[in-house]
């Protein structure tokens, strides 16, 4: 298994929750690593992504809400979500970042945003 996210949940709006990607040394090494959504009935988006670096760029549907970061030593990358909308409801999955070398996508984690 190349990826695999975690920590997905039911969460009230306005809530935070914090989601994790265990990567593959083969694809997390010095690759910009990305986080990406897919709600009902809509094609999967981009979110977020992190360089090797930690330099960060994220869409604008999310900007000031969600902080993306790694840990490269536990090729890991999370995504800490605050302020969450019912529209934040979706399957969230990591791969490569925009521009990086990407793997078939894993199995995601589940967000729902509901009171």
């Known amino acids: 298994v190349q990826l695999q996210a975690f920590g997905g949940g039911l969460v009230q709006p306005g809530g935070s929750l914090r989601l994790s990607c265990v990567a593959s040394?083969?694809?997390?090494?010095?690759?910009?690593m990305g986080w990406y959504r897919q709600a009902p009935g809509k094609q999967r988006e981009f979110i977020a992504d992190v360089s090797s670096g930690s330099r960060t760029y994220y869409a604008d549907s999310v900007k000031g809400r969600f902080t993306i970061s790694r840990d490269n030593a536990e090729n890991t990358v999370y995504l800490q979500m605050n302020s969450l909308k019912p529209e934040d409801t979706a399957v969230y999955y990591c791969?490569?970042?925009?521009?990086?070398?990407?793997?078939?996508w894993g199995q995601g984690t589940q967000l729902t945003v509901s009171s």
């Open positions: 791969n490569g970042g925009r521009y990086g070398l990407q793997v078939p």
């Open positions: 040394r083969t694809i997390f090494s010095n690759n910009d």
